[in-house]
């Protein structure tokens, strides 16, 4: 019922900085929170950086000062601008979003994923 589509990984050399876009579409009423996480081979799922309807922020100490998350309200779209990117940072990111729907019914959903990889 709701979908979430991701935009914008790809290949970036350390340092460099890449922008991630989600955009939620669906019979959305109002959207709680969005966020991202990512999941690098090997490893659990981990939280990257998450923004409320109060547009407050939170962020994995990993990339505290190089990430910024925001969100675009009247597009149900969140960002994620990342700088000073790590080698470490290459992973699946992955969208997610909560809120709820029209029918007043709750969602909870993720995208599909986009790949980022930092190499040289």
């Known amino acids: 019922q709701v979908q979430l589509v991701e935009s914008g990984g790809g290949l970036v050399q350390p340092g460099g900085s890449l922008k991630l876009s989600c955009a939620a579409s669906?019979?959305?009423?109002?959207?709680?929170?969005m966020g991202w996480y990512r999941q690098a081979p090997g490893k659990q799922r981990e939280l990257v950086a998450v923004?409320?309807?109060?547009?407050?922020?939170e962020y994995a100490d990993s990339v505290k000062g190089r990430f910024t998350i925001s969100r675009e309200s009247a597009k149900n779209t969140v960002l994620l601008q990342m700088n000073s990117v790590q080698p470490e940072d290459t992973a699946v990111y992955f969208c997610s979003g909560k809120g709820r729907l029209t029918t007043c019914s709750v969602f909870a959903s993720w995208g599909q994923g986009t790949q980022v990889n930092v190499a040289s």
């Open positions: 923004v409320a309807s109060d547009e407050s922020a």
């Open positions: 669906g019979r959305i009423s109002v959207v709680d929170a």
